[in-house]
């Protein structure tokens, strides 16, 4: 994992180094230097030394928490995230806590009750699948906020009671794809579970049908909710680049979409390394997890299954 | 974005509305591609005319979906952005399936150190999610559909590698490709012309899923203005300038580009699912 992620910091820094416009030209924007001052700023950022140099004082800096400066805001990236990072983990949190309740709760719905309740459940979930988190987010905006006003439309407000408020019609855009994904896997999941043989002995055996679906059948099936885990977050963190900007969120996805267009490297650098360290220790802590939850699972076989 | 196909089978276990349901989406995704290829002749406005006058007009007679903030015929660009918005994901999805194809293959039929370098590359792609890829190379080579393409089609290929890979793998040992080897064939003639017809249904429901989300995603992008070019006609250009007239009280011309959007994706996923479907009862493992 170590490996994994020394490469994906390489290749960020190495494309932002390939990049063809040229952060100090845009940091002049437009007026005139002359070649002194041109200096001054190459040896500032550190812009006149080799690759490799530059690479490693950029890592060696990371490594004790130091994610550059900001072009464009003239401050540290690490204060210019820390403004905004609690923002963005509060959403995710909620968001995560409505779609595995949700999700989970509807696919369990689907795979006992069939009939009716299953088809409904299906066309629902189809449709959320198709929904990408922004399309979600107008139309959550246009009808909660604008039309019957129940929830402000945007921005985040003051202290944490407002911020939750706030933060409420974008969480529920966030999850909405990962909801209908998450319900059709655990609906499948258990309907799997539910042929095997050991729970035809429960059943034979007396055990109460409730007891069933929940020792035997649900908890069989997280296994396979677990392994989507890492989808899961994956999923809700690039989302929020989206949904942030919707709903003008002081978010680090809003903060990436903005520097992205600005071209300010060092935040586009940290925030991507962010993502990507959050994505593989997510991972890691799955792949670790798994032999405990499901015991036939040995250390490293994940890969070979999916 | 996207999920690999074996965990969302079962889906339509072939009711009878689940084959009708097929059918209304293959219409319609025949339809939304007629419609692409024929939108010049097709749109009745000049879908950049922009007349303030009539701006944020409803639906009427000359504007059958009514007119955007800046006076734009909102079917028009409707009709025309169809265009942007399914020939980017139709390179994202082209580009992953033959490269992911190639790799799979490879990586299956040669093994060894080339299977553990193609399936090592393919995992640290996995880590980086399609649109964090593709922002990522927006922010170096500057707005465009191009480049947003490319990267997308990288970020899909692993899905389809994997894929192509597993089904390889299971295929290598089938007894007719130990009998085409006796009959003299080469290792490259055998993967061309008999294992590869035999994985292609799978993979291309794989492909025709991926669509659905290469729409998504570059949608998406466009909506935050790192896709296509400002003023193309784009379905995630379109939610974005409609994004200004919700607050004025007409979500209209934001609502048109949403439903196009999900409508389209959900007919591409529903199509995709029921391949698969079809393909898995065909040969049950």
């Not at chain 1, 942030?244 to 071209?263: H, P, R, Y």
């Not at chain 2, 191009?146 to 295929?171: D, M």
């Not at chain 2, 290792?187 to 799978?202: K, T």
């Amino acid at each position: 994992m170590i490996l994994t992620l020394l490469v994906a910091s390489f290749v960020i820094f190495g494309c932002m180094y390939l990049a063809p416009g040229n952060p100090v030209s845009f940091l002049l924007s437009g007026r005139a230097a002359n070649p002194a001052n041109m200096q001054v700023l190459d040896a500032e950022y550190h812009l006149n030394e080799p690759f490799i140099e530059q690479y490693a004082r950029w890592l060696g800096q990371v490594l004790h928490g130091n994610l550059g400066r900001s072009i464009e805001y003239r401050s540290s990236v690490d204060s210019l995230l820390a403004q905004r990072l609690p923002n963005t983990l509060l959403l995710v949190a909620m968001s995560l806590v409505i779609v595995l309740v949700a999700g989970l709760a509807l696919g369990w719905l689907s795979a006992i009750r069939g009939g009716r309740t299953d088809g409904t459940i299906l066309v629902a979930t189809t449709v959320a699948v198709g929904t990408p988190s922004f399309v979600a987010a107008i139309i959550l905006q246009a009808i909660f906020a604008v039309k019957l006003g129940w929830l402000p439309a945007g921005g985040t407000g003051t202290g944490f009671p407002q911020l939750a408020e706030h933060l409420i019609l974008p969480a529920i855009a966030l999850s909405l794809y990962l909801i209908g994904l998450l319900a059709r896997v655990t609906r499948s999941a258990m309907l799997e579970v539910m042929e095997e043989e050991h729970v035809t002995v429960a059943r034979s055996r007396g055990v109460p049908e409730r007891t069933v679906v929940w020792r035997h059948v649900f908890r069989n099936s997280l296994v396979t909710v677990l392994t989507m885990s890492g989808l899961i977050i994956s999923t809700l963190v690039v989302c929020t680049v989206l949904v942030e900007d919707a709903f003008s969120v002081n978010g680090i996805g809003s903060l990436l979409d903005l520097s992205t267009t600005t071209k300010d490297f060092p935040v586009v650098q940290a925030i991507s390394l962010i993502f990507i360290t959050g994505f593989m220790v997510v991972n890691f802590a799955v792949d670790l997890l798994l032999p405990v939850v499901d015991p036939r699972v040995t250390l490293g076989e994940r890969n070979d299954a999916a | 974005m996207t999920i690999a196909l074996a965990r969302v089978l079962g889906l339509n276990r072939s009711k009878p509305s689940g084959r009708y349901l097929y059918r209304c989406c293959i219409t319609f995704v025949a339809i939304v591609v007629l419609i692409a290829v024929f939108a010049p002749w097709l749109a009745p406005h000049n879908p950049n005319a922009v007349d303030l006058s009539d701006a944020l007009a409803g639906p009427g007679r000359s504007h059958l979906l009514g007119v955007d903030a800046d006076g734009r015929d909102t079917l028009s660009r409707l009709i025309i952005g169809a265009r942007t918005s399914l020939l980017g994901p139709l390179g994202v999805t082209v580009l992953s399936t033959v490269a992911g194809v190639i790799i799979g293959v490879a990586s299956a039929w040669y093994g060894g150190w080339v299977d553990s370098l193609l399936s090592r590359t393919s995992e640290l792609l996995f880590a980086f999610p399609g649109l964090l890829l593709a922002i990522l190379i927006v922010a170096i080579y500057g707005e465009g559909l191009l480049a947003p393409v490319v990267a997308l089609g990288a970020a899909y290929l692993p899905y389809v590698s994997r894929l192509t890979r597993s089904l390889v793998l299971t295929e290598k040992k089938r007894p007719y490709v130990e009998a085409c080897r006796i009959q003299g064939q080469s290792s490259l003639q055998i993967a061309m012309m008999h294992v590869l017809p035999n994985v292609a249904p799978v993979v291309l429901a794989q492909s025709t899923i991926n669509f659905g989300y290469a729409l998504i995603d570059l949608a998406g992008l466009s909506f935050l203005g790192l896709g296509v070019p400002p003023l193309t006609p784009d379905w995630g250009a379109m939610v974005f300038d409609g994004e200004s007239a919700i607050q004025q009280g007409y979500p209209l011309s934001a609502f048109v580009p949403c439903i196009a959007i999900i409508l389209t994706v959900v007919a591409f996923n529903v199509v995709g699912e029921h391949w698969a479907d079809r393909v898995a009862r065909r040969e049950p493992q």
